[in-house]
């Protein structure tokens, strides 16, 4: 068994509830409450940014030209491509994306950045991709997974966003992340792959929690603006 495959045996727990959060549901079935929605695209928004700036610390982190055209490239998708499934959400509350950007990040989300930097710092490829994966890693399974149970035609509302995760493009970037990952794991030593094991899992828990954050509207104590 690879280290990628033992990482998905013993992360099932986590990607089983996140199959069966209300939120992920409410996408398969075409209803959310629209400020729950308008919560997570706030949110993401800046997580995506974040996550952007990962892909250039990767990039820092990386020996092999073919590395750095692949982390560089996946910047250029987010930018590019991935505006695409919140533009779907957006159509689905009839808020212009432009009102969703720039809020600060509720706490879960704040947490779930934190923890992915404070991995990166640590300056190892491995270490990095192993606290990113779950990122593309749940969403391409939960776009297969809503594909598979509601088969959305083009009327379902969020349409593009389950089409947009079950297709081609986001299981190439999670299959070179795959592959790098298990072979910056077979390279490193066993308390760093421990690390990488402990990374990838609280991105998995923080991937649940960020669904959590959205259903709930979680927000700082004090309120500082993420609802307004
Ligand atoms: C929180 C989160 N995880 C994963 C993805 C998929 O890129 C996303 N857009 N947001």
Redesign the pocket.
Known sequence: MTFTEDLRRENDDIFQAIFNHPFVRGLGEGELQDDAVAHYVKA?YE??NTFMQLYGTAVSQSKKREDIAFFQGQIAFVLGD?IHPHRNLCDYIGVPYEELKGFPMPPTADHYRTHMKSVATEGLLGKTIAAMLP??W??QEIGRELKKEFAPETNHPFYEWIEFYANDSITETTDYLLKRLDEEAEAASLEDRQLMKEAFRKSCQL?YA?WEMSYTKEDWPVAEGVLK
């Open positions: 993401d997580y995506l991935e990122c593309p749940t969403y991937e960020f």
